[in-house]
């Protein structure tokens, strides 16, 4: 306990009241009316008063309650121990039982004469909880018994009468002087370090001072920061800077040698150099009120945050929209990203109705001391009823940020996908690597079983393929055709089949040549959607540059066949055998082999976070020895648009890549937008989700996903660049000019007529594509991909002449003379 004395006041309006409370608890015979400030107040009740009464007066904020033992006895293990303490004289210490003694925060022990032996003994057995000690007599004790109780950790109780703010005589002792007669300075000048806070900032601390017996005598009477400058005397905090202090409270720590003050702090600030605090500037909350408080009367006309000052209507609506947000979050990344996009909001509310984080601290406490409890449900119009069939489909709503005024540490966040838990995934992925290592063809089959509900009587279908039998619709097979053909073009013109050859030095020929990568393993995913689409952009380029051998590898459906499209597609590109397995098992099989699964030396192809996780789990792994294209996970897109965007194609571009699968994040930049504009697309958002088949993925993704506003175009390239996206669509005025300007993104679709679809599936350009952020170093699959390219150098006799004493320097250098004597015995055999 912080305080040295408890005043016993007579009433409220003792002109001890505001001193007294600034140095610990008020005791009282009654409660007070009302609670208006921070003042903590026991009540002394002395009479059978009953449990309602007391229950009513701690839910009213009265800190604890003081009750005779016969009525302890009653209420222990009803009212909370920590706000209870039970009245003892001499004569009833032995009385208590166990159960009091746990049922009880402490105690206040009533006695004519101070024993203090007996007082030791009731501390010990209380096991060092709060005990005060009240004298019966009418005379003043003095400073010498406040510190003999306060060395035995008791507290003294003396009544208002016996205390006063003049100097103290016989019959009356001076507060401040009571307050701090226990005090022990360990200083050669005698002063106490101590500490000063904030109590409008969840008591940061703001700065380091010294304090002496007449400040703080001072600071407990005036109700202002006073200290004691080692070098001037009394200081007078702000006296001529107006940077000044009220007193909240004056704490002791439990060596008694130093204090704590926790202020209300004006002016500037408490640091001479006119900031908040001397140990730097103010975070979190904090930092936010008061960023918030100065732009309530200075925030630029046409600034996100003025227009929420200004709109109650759209600040109502973003708490709720942010609270609706934080409902639906369910990790712990994503529950604190909302939790802060909530709190911006709410407290924005607050600031502009002068409701400070002080004044929620003082509400939340008084919620706090309440002791009786509602039922606590929620009320009618937000309970969700149970549905008896599927639930509606909920509304699909992205999360709006505003990119100007977002703090640094939140644009950083923006930068990030829906949580990709590869630890997690990585640690699920190896028990299956390792089973498909350890027995082969028989873990694909009772893996298929188990993960993809297939009875599978082989693993592998061996080319050729029965094509005339596939039950292909004809519309669906010629589309599948022209975008073979579209894809085969495009990606035959990648081929560059001449040598590059370089003369570096006379007689010195460098040269470089392309090889195929003899066996590759192309995954392509099943699972909630059937993509022929991913096998031709996979299947063409490996034909294309000559691959020996094209191993497929998609997951069976439950009859344990494979969709016939992509057994189509297997076909045109040339594969040599397709297995029947997806997720991490295919991968394993690729990478490992088996009994009928040839082993591959690279591994392509998009996937979710386990197929992800096992690729990158096998390509470090040397007993594998096979390399990936990149570590693609969920599909996302990117659009940047400005006001010539049509809110119709806007929406569709960005629900194509929503339905891929619930991790799929879309986000649109919108480039100086009205509220009317966005709310535009934000309906054509709803609209259309709502008619799409795969509306609940598509739910899923969309509440993932982010719209983030900016003011300019230079802006929207800069997110669009850190972000680094999958696919990126420029909804834009000279759409192609900009195209400038891009310097991270898998593949960019140029202007309205350009929707992602096309790059999807037959336009040309490969679809398989760096995800994650993965663009800032990665291609997407092309031509090269399933290349390698071999170095060569041809050097003649003169050119070994001129070119042998350089090497034999820097082998010489290096300490490698084995090197060097491989030249050496050249250049003197010539």
């Given at each position: 306990m912080s305080a040295i004395i408890v005043p016993l006041l007579a009433d409220l309006n003792d002109p001890l009241h505001d001193p007294a409370s600034r140095i610990g608890p008020i005791l009282l015979s009654q409660p007070p009316t009302t609670l208006t400030n921070a003042t903590r107040y026991y009540v002394l009740s002395e009479t059978m008063t009953g449990l309602p009464t007391l229950s009513s007066w701690l839910d009213n904020g009265i800190e604890k309650v003081i009750v005779p033992l016969s009525l302890a006895k009653e209420v222990i293990g009803i009212l909370p121990a920590e706000r209870l303490l039970v009245i003892l004289d001499a004569n009833s210490v032995s009385a208590v039982s166990d159960k009091i003694r746990s049922g009880v925060s402490g105690v206040l022990l009533k006695t004519a004469t101070v024993d203090l032996e007996l007082i030791s003994s009731v501390v010990r057995f209380f096991d060092n909880r709060e005990i005060l000690v009240s004298l019966t007599c009418n005379k003043p004790p003095t400073t010498g018994l406040i510190n003999d109780l306060r060395r035995r950790n008791a507290i003294l109780v003396v009544p208002s009468a016996q205390l006063t703010l003049a100097a103290s005589s016989p019959e009356q002792l001076n507060l401040a002087e009571a307050f701090t007669a226990p005090l022990v300075s360990d200083r050669p000048d005698g002063l106490f370090p101590t500490v000063v806070s904030s109590a409008t900032q969840c008591d940061r601390t703001l700065g380091l001072v010294y304090s002496?017996?007449?400040?703080?005598?001072?600071?407990?009477?005036?109700?202002?920061?006073?200290?004691?400058?080692?070098?001037?005397?009394?200081?007078?905090?702000?006296?001529?800077?107006?940077?000044?202090?009220?007193?909240?409270?004056i704490s002791v720590d439990c060596d008694t040698d130093s204090l704590q003050f926790s202020v209300v702090q004006h002016g500037s600030g408490f640091c001479h150099l006119g900031s908040a605090s001397c140990f730097g500037s103010l975070a979190g909350l904090a930092a936010l009120e008061q960023t918030l408080r100065l732009r309530l009367g200075s925030a630029p006309e046409g600034s996100y945050t003025k227009r929420l000052f200004e709109n109650s209507d759209l600040l109502h609506s973003k708490v709720m929209e942010e609270a609706d947000e934080f409902c639906r979050a369910d990790n712990k990344g994503d529950i604190a990203f909302e939790a802060a996009d909530l709190l911006y909001f709410v407290l924005t509310k607050c600031v502009a109705n002068d409701v400070s984080l002080a004044d929620i601290e003082r509400s939340l406490d008084i919620k706090a001391k309440k002791v009786t409890r509602r039922p606590g449900n929620a009320k009618p119009q937000w309970i969700k009823p149970v549905p008896i069939q599927k639930s509606p489909i909920a509304d699909f709503r992205m999360r709006s940020v505003d990119?100007?005024?977002?703090?640094?540490?939140?644009?950083?966040?923006?930068?990030?996908?829906?949580?990709?838990?590869?630890?997690?995934?990585?640690?699920?992925?190896?028990?299956?690597?390792?089973?498909?290592?350890?027995?082969?063809?028989?873990?694909?089959?009772?893996?298929?079983?188990?993960?993809?509900?297939?009875?599978?009587?082989?693993?592998?279908?061996?080319?050729?393929?029965?094509?005339?039998?596939?039950?292909?619709?004809?519309?669906?097979?010629?589309?599948?055709?022209?975008?073979?053909?579209?894809?085969?073009?495009?990606?035959?013109?990648?081929?560059?089949?001449?040598?590059l050859i370089v003369e570096t030095m006379p007689g010195v020929v460098c040269s470089r040549f392309a090889r195929p990568i003899a066996r590759v393993g192309l995954y392509v995913p099943g699972g909630t959607a059937v993509?022929?689409?991913?096998?031709?952009?996979?299947?063409?380029?490996?034909?294309?540059?000559?691959?020996?051998?094209?191993?497929?590898?998609?997951?069976?459906?439950?009859?344990?066949?494979?969709?016939?499209?992509?057994?189509?597609?297997?076909?045109?590109?040339?594969?040599?055998?397709?297995?029947?397995?997806?997720?991490?098992?295919?991968?394993?099989?690729?990478?490992?082999?088996?009994?009928?699964?040839?082993?591959?030396?690279?591994?392509?192809?998009?996937?979710?976070?386990?197929?992800?996780?096992?690729?990158?789990?096998?390509?470090?792994?040397?007993?594998?020895?096979?390399?990936?294209?990149?570590?693609?996970?969920?599909?996302?897109?990117?659009?940047?648009?400005?006001?010539?965007?049509?809110?119709?194609?806007?929406?569709?571009?960005?629900?194509?890549?929503?339905?891929?699968?619930?991790?799929?994040?879309?986000?649109?930049?919108?480039?100086?937008?009205?509220?009317?504009?966005?709310?535009?697309?934000?309906?054509?958002?709803?609209?259309?989700?709502?008619?799409?088949?795969?509306?609940?993925?598509?739910?899923?993704?969309?509440?993932?996903?982010?719209?983030?506003?900016?003011?300019?175009?230079?802006?929207?390239f800069e997110f669009s660049n850190s972000y680094a996206p999958e696919h990126l669509i420029l909804h834009l005025k000279d759409a192609k000019r900009r195209v400038d300007l891009v310097q991270n993104a898998g593949s960019v679709f140029v202007g309205p007529y350009s929707p992602e679809s096309c790059g999807d599936y037959a336009s040309g350009t490969n679809h398989t594509l760096p995800t994650n952020g993965y663009a800032r170093q990665y291609s997407g699959v092309n031509t090269l991909s399933f290349q390698k390219h071999i170095t060569s150098q041809e050097i003649s006799k003169e050119g070994l002449d001129k070119l042998g004493p350089v090497v034999i320097r820097l082998a010489e250098c290096e300490g490698l003379e084995a090197h060097a004597n491989a030249v050496r015995v050249r250049l003197k055999a010539t």
């Open positions: 002496s017996k007449e400040s703080i005598a001072e600071s407990i009477i005036s109700g202002k920061g006073v200290y004691q400058s080692r070098k001037h005397g009394l200081w007078h905090k702000g006296e001529t800077s107006g940077s000044t202090q009220d007193v909240v409270k990119y100007e005024s977002a703090p640094a540490e939140e644009k950083a966040r923006l930068l990030k996908r829906p949580v990709l838990k590869f630890d997690e995934m990585m640690a699920k992925v190896r028990p299956i690597i390792d089973e498909v290592r350890r027995r082969g063809d028989k873990a694909l089959i009772d893996l298929a079983a188990t993960l993809d509900r297939a009875q599978l009587s082989e693993t592998v279908i061996r080319s050729p393929f029965d094509i005339d039998s596939l039950p292909i619709d004809k519309n669906v097979k010629d589309a599948i055709d022209q975008a073979y053909a579209n894809i085969k073009q495009f990606h035959a013109a990648q081929i560059t089949n001449e040598t993509l022929p689409s991913t096998a031709l952009m996979l299947g063409v380029p490996a034909q294309v540059a000559g691959c020996q051998q094209i191993l497929l590898a998609s997951p069976p459906r439950p009859d344990g066949t494979i969709s016939p499209e992509v057994m189509y597609v297997a076909h045109l590109v040339g594969a040599s055998a397709v297995l029947k397995a997806g997720g991490a098992q295919a991968i394993a099989a690729l990478a490992y082999g088996t009994e009928s699964v040839p082993k591959v030396d690279k591994i392509f192809g998009p996937g979710n976070q386990w197929v992800t996780a096992a690729k990158m789990l096998v390509q470090n792994d040397t007993d594998a020895l096979v390399s990936i294209d990149m570590p693609a996970g969920p599909s996302e897109v990117l659009v940047i648009a400005d006001d010539t965007a049509r809110p119709t194609f806007v929406a569709a571009d960005l629900l194509s890549q929503a339905e891929h699968g619930v991790d799929s994040q879309v986000v649109l930049v919108a480039v100086n937008f009205s509220h009317n504009q966005l709310q535009q697309i934000e309906d054509e958002i709803e609209k259309q989700a709502r008619a799409l088949p795969r509306a609940e993925i598509v739910r899923e993704s969309i509440g993932k996903s982010l719209i983030i506003q900016v003011s300019t175009i230079e802006e929207a």
